[in-house]
């Protein structure tokens, strides 16, 4: 069996056919020189080829032969080396070959028994994809307007692009406002009004969104600390459950939480442990 580096210096003709070869198997249960063959435009031989050099060099212990399938499937053993086990990858392969489907013969029987049903197109010129592109590689700064369902008036914005991403269903950019405050320097009273409201997105990951309101501004008795949790309600999920999804899994699975205590004690501790060592 070949090393980690060995498989990662694999020709790139030879890695999208093994991609093909863990990704039909796994997913399917079943693979034959048929999907070589219609897919990439090879020869029976060579395909048999390919499927023989890849257990033989790089998973012994991935496919097993079955005689009354007449095609090799996942051994109990099945260890991905080319591709995750996540089903969009599966899913990718099915939209690659719709796509390519009516320009190569015979992959359209290969996959006669799924249907891939696109989103609408979001059309977007080309003149206004480039400058954006160009911005995320070169660290530039553009100058855009924006307007949002809500709010229907024109706002000119500066932006720095800095990464775009591309998601099965969509396309994003992700940028930062040039007239962004700085969190170090910049006084809740300074900016902030009674009745304003805050979108404010905690953990990337887990996509907790919260709407923070300004109900009220009250003078207040200084306490010594930097800031003071006065009430509230209900418990703070766990760090790091998952976002909201994961939040319910947790809930169903029972166990001492219990998601209608506030305790304010605690809550105020976990405040100043975030104004004592400057996290922001």
């Known amino acids: ?59 012994p212990k991935n496919l097993e032969y079955d005689k009354h399938l007449k095609g090799y499937v996942p051994s109990r053993h099945f260890k991905p080396l080319f591709i995750d086990d996540s089903a969009s990858a599966y899913l990718h392969l099915l939209s690659q070959n719709y796509e390519r489907a009516p320009h190569i013969d015979g992959l359209a029987l290969a996959y006669a028994h799924t249907e891939v049903l696109g989103v609408p197109d979001r059309s977007v010129r080309p003149e206004v994809l480039r400058p954006l592109l160009k911005a995320c590689r070169e660290g530039l700064r553009l100058e855009c307007e924006y307007v949002s369902f809500t709010t229907p008036e024109v706002e000119t914005r500066l932006i720095a692009p800095h990464i775009h991403r591309y998601l099965p269903l969509d396309a994003e950019l992700m940028y930062m406002y040039d007239d962004a405050l700085d969190d170090r320097k910049s006084k809740l009273r300074r ?82 442990r975030i104004c004592n060592n400057f996290w922001g």
Not at 24 to 46: C, D
Not at 205 to 213: F, L, R, T
Request: aromatic share 12%; hydrophobic share 40%.
């Open 1 to 59: 069996m070949k090393r980690k580096q060995e498989i990662e210096s694999v020709r790139r003709d030879l890695a999208l056919r093994y991609r093909l070869i863990e990704t039909v198997v796994w997913w399917e249960g079943r693979l034959t020189t048929n999907h070589l063959m219609q897919s990439f435009g090879i020869s029976r031989q060579q395909a048999s080829k390919d499927i023989n050099s890849y257990i033989t060099d790089y998973a």
């Open 191 to 272: 900016v902030l009004k009674e009745a304003d409201r805050l979108r404010y997105l905690y953990d990337f990951g887990d996509s907790w969104q919260h709407v923070i309101a300004v109900e009220s501004i009250e003078p207040c008795d200084f306490t010594g600390t930097w800031c003071e949790v006065l009430d509230g309600a209900r418990a703070c999920p766990p760090e790091d459950v998952g976002g909201v999804p994961g939040y319910l899994d947790f809930l169903a699975s029972g166990g001492s939480f219990d998601p209608e205590l506030f305790d304010r004690r605690a809550a105020n501790a976990a405040v100043q």
